[in-house]
């Protein structure tokens, strides 16, 4: 019974093999066309994240600088909002603050602070701010402080440097 049901499987087979070839065929096609579809897909993605990389790697380097110089050396001081940017992928504010009756601005990205008040910051809210003592340009959120760094920002101390040797994209840092 068993040999008989091989036999009867090999014997379709063998007669019609041009049919199942056939099918195969248009299978591997398919297969083919699937796949190169996946690969596009891939690798507009891929190009997609070296663009963003590329657009917000000056910002994230100017953060993670001012944080390793914050790092040495902080002092803590008031600050104003005096404008506040909810644009698409744009969310940041800009700030002020005295030293010593100068007074000095800082711009910032508002998510660590909105997460920390429960809301976006209007103007004239009050912000707390780390300054280096000997050069109060290099300044941050203190909520930006005592964050940990993302992954893309991390990556963009070893990277932006290597390739602002070959492109300068300081333009696209938010003013």
């Known amino acids: 019974m068993y040999v008989m049901v ?8 063998i007669k019609y093999k041009h049919i199942m070839r056939k099918i195969f065929v248009k299978l591997y096609k398919r297969f083919c066309y699937w796949l190169s579809v996946l690969w596009r897909a891939l690798l507009l993605l891929l190009i997609d994240v070296v663009i963003l990389f590329l657009y917000d790697s000056p910002s994230f380097y100017r953060d993670e600088y001012a944080r390793e ?5 902080c002092s803590l001081v008031q600050g104003v909002v005096h404008d506040v940017h909810t644009g698409k ?9 005295s030293i010593k009756g100068k007074e000095y601005k800082g711009v910032s990205r508002y998510g660590a602070w909105e997460h920390k008040y429960g809301r976006e910051p209007e103007e004239g809210d009050s912000v707390s701010i780390c300054y280096k003592q000997n050069n109060p340009e290099i300044n941050m959120l203190l909520e930006y402080f005592d964050a940990q760094p993302l992954f893309m920002h991390k990556w963009s101390m070893i990277l932006y440097p ?6 300068n994209l300081d333009f696209l840092m938010y003013n």
């Open 69 to 73: 110089e914050l790092k040495k050396e």
């Open 162 to 167: 290597k390739i602002r040797k070959f492109i």
């Open 6 to 13: 091989h036999l009867i499987i090999i014997i379709t087979i």
């Open 89 to 97: 992928g744009n969310h940041y504010i800009n700030y002020s603050f």
